[in-house]
């Protein structure tokens, strides 16, 4: 086997509508960073631990982009420390619909406990436990 070329995620990028607004939706809900960057600070990106997601209006996306940035196509797996039924009722106490879960699934690095719902585009959320 190969010795791995790549040693670890950066960013990725969601395609939303609003940046803005998905930007207070994971800052509300997750207590992600909310962060400014670019000439003038016009991108935004949600920064959490070493990651950052950046947010791309779906309909100006930066360029190189892929073939399709359309709103709503993302499905992410996110990890918390906070037991995910714990979440659940708090997302859910503040207005947000849980989908599923608990349910056990498989990560990258074996079993987790996993909530699902979705942000204001519609882009998958799952929020999980190492378990």
């Not at 892929?66 to 037991?83: F, K, R, W």
Request: aromatic fraction near 6%; proline fraction near 8%.
């Amino acid at each position: 086997m190969t010795e791995p070329l790549i040693a670890s995620l950066d960013h990725l990028v969601l395609y939303v509508a609003d940046p803005e607004a998905t930007a207070a939706f994971y800052h509300r809900h997750f207590g992600m960073e909310i962060v400014r960057f670019g000439e003038g600070g016009t991108r935004l990106a949600l920064g959490f631990g070493a990651q950052k997601i950046n947010l791309h209006a779906s309909s100006a996306p930066f360029r190189p982009h892929s073939d399709n940035p359309a709103a709503g196509a993302g499905d992410l797996c996110l990890l918390t420390e906070v037991p995910v039924a714990e979440l659940r009722l708090r997302l859910e106490a503040e207005g947000v619909l849980v989908e599923e879960g608990p349910v056990p699934r498989t990560g990258a690095t074996g079993p987790i406990l996993s909530i699902y719902l979705r942000d204001p585009d519609g882009n998958l959320i799952e929020i999980a436990n190492r378990a």
